[in-house]
């Protein structure tokens, strides 16, 4: 990922005044009594404001849907379906600053940043006896991981952004206007949030009740975040990828990948050994909009064109690895009463749809995605005995992982050769993890997002041409948006 240059940048009003805005998760009364100072003054507040926190997970576009959509749908595994043209912006990676979706990217994080800031400054003053010490330093161990996530997503999609750490109490321009730090001082913060929440502040687990204990940061979510990050920046260090994606693998909470693998997403195993951290949907008015967006009319109940198509380019992965165990997972093919630009000219034809999200219970579903789950760890910790030059113990952590789906292990003379495991892995995490939110970083990461893009051969059936998606290097991170641009003169584009 290449380095930008490093200029003035506004947050804006809108995002000073967010840190105030605690959406619908507060419920503090007198509200004419209520002020910044005196709203925050007993645990049961600052418990308030850490769900607040969490609630980011379900109520912020990007959470719900959009990090499919940058990740899955402007890579090789998806097209945008639908009809909507920023999205055919991001599956043509020919996404513009003014593009409605990564203005919601952005807004929608640094929002979530600003909960984490204000829990983090207030939990020290509280003075409150009913709140123990141990407490506490979770209470900041929880919100120093939640901004160490949100600024990971802020910087594998932008490059380097505004490090904002505190509370904004200011609408003064020289308050507001926070310079652009480099990728590395975003990845090194991100590290020291971590380090601080694994610092005797985080637990294994928070007891034997698993819908709290995937729902909440612990070690096993801090480390495997780690383990994500030291093999995602721009210098990788795969023995610190080692050593975390271990620490998971190994922790007390017991993780272990499911026996089969269907069981990830068919809505009645939530919450189970494999998941290390998932958005805790419940339905009704606390429910998951995007299965909506993307199951076929049998499962949805409407007939609109769905958005997120899985690509010809990803069904055929699966069938040249025989691979029908995660294919039938991942996607359901049913005919449809419209024409389809890769699939079909003809109404009526079969069309795969991404199948990962199940039930869409009229906008407001159960189904939940994860944000961490074993299968993705060691995968990871293969890349990285990999990159240390130990691919034959790389495959036997890949072995794991396609022996749960029934295929064969990698040969020999394949699990011999570094070069050769570099393509097996990267082929075995596309499988495992297809719309869950990986596949344009792993390419970045593995520096081969323009070759994989531009080889593509895809047709368009409208016109009959192939389709040229012409990536360039300025491709691999998406433009600031123009709105925070107009908020600052000063601040320099990406390059476009």
């Avoid at 600052?46 to 719900?64: K, R």
């Avoid at 975390?244 to 693998?261: D, F, T, W």
């Avoid at 998951?288 to 992965?317: C, E, I, Y």
């Avoid at 047709?459 to 123009?482: E, F, K």
Wanted: hydrophobic share 40%.
């Amino acid at each position: 990922m290449k380095k930008k240059n490093i200029l003035l940048y506004t947050l804006g009003l809108s995002l000073s005044l967010g840190l105030y805005s605690c959406d619908n998760f507060l419920d503090l009364e007198p509200i004419s009594m209520i002020t910044i100072d005196n709203a925050y003054v007993t645990g049961s507040q600052l418990e308030a404001a850490l769900t607040g926190t969490y609630e980011s997970f379900q109520s912020s576009d990007y959470y719900v849907w959009d990090h499919v959509l940058f990740q899955d749908v402007r890579s090789d595994n998806h097209y945008a379906g639908g009809d909507n043209p920023e999205i055919f912006q991001i599956d043509a990676l020919n996404i513009n600053p003014t593009n409605g979706r990564v203005f919601n990217a952005w807004s929608n994080i640094y929002n979530a940043i600003a909960k984490a800031n204000l829990v983090l400054e207030r939990a020290p003053a509280i003075t409150d006896p009913a709140l123990t010490e141990q407490r506490r330093a979770q209470i900041m161990g929880e919100a120093a991981f939640l901004r160490a996530y949100h600024y990971y997503n802020l910087v594998k999609l932008w490059g380097g952004v505004p490090l904002v750490l505190e509370t904004v109490k200011s609408a003064d321009p020289a308050v507001v206007r926070v310079p652009r730090a480099t990728e590395q001082e975003v990845y090194a913060q991100i590290i020291a949030d971590l380090e601080f929440a694994l610092d005797n502040r985080l637990p294994d687990t928070y007891g034997s009740d698993a819908s709290v204990n995937k729902a909440r940061a612990t070690k096993g979510a801090a480390n495997a975040l780690l383990a994500t990050v030291y093999a995602q920046m721009p210098t990788p260090n795969y023995n610190k990828v080692l050593e975390h994606a271990n620490a998971v693998i190994n922790s007390s909470a017991g993780y272990r990948l499911l026996e089969n693998y269907d069981h990830l997403y068919d809505g009645n195993h939530y919450n189970n050994d494999e998941s290390i951290m998932e958005v805790q949907y419940l339905g009704s008015n606390e429910g998951n909009w995007g299965p909506q967006m993307h199951l076929p009319p049998s499962l949805s109940g409407d007939t609109w064109r769905k958005f997120t198509t899985p690509s010809h380019d990803l069904v055929n992965a699966f069938d040249a690895e025989g691979d029908e165990i995660r294919k039938n997972a991942t996607m359901v093919f049913e005919a449809v009463p419209w024409a389809d630009e890769y699939w079909s000219n003809q109404t009526g034809s079969q069309v795969p749809f991404a199948y990962k999200w199940r039930n869409a219970s009229g906008w407001a579903s159960a189904d939940r995605p994860y944000i961490f789950r074993l299968a993705d760890i060691i995968l990871l910790k293969a890349e990285a005995l990999n990159e240390l030059n130990r691919p034959t113990e790389a495959a036997q952590e890949v072995n794991r992982v396609r022996s749960r789906v029934s295929l064969e292990d990698v040969p020999q003379t394949t699990a011999a050769s570094q070069t050769q495991m570099r393509t097996v892995i990267l082929k075995e995490r596309r499988l495992e993890l297809a719309q869950e939110g990986r596949r344009w970083d792993d390419l970045v990461r593995y520096g081969v997002a323009r070759e994989v893009m531009n080889n593509l051969n895809e047709t368009d059936l409208r016109t009959g041409q192939r389709v040229n998606y012409n990536v360039t290097d300025a491709d691999l991170l998406l433009p600031i948006p123009q709105q925070e641009i107009n908020r600052n003169p000063t601040l320099e584009q990406n390059p476009l």
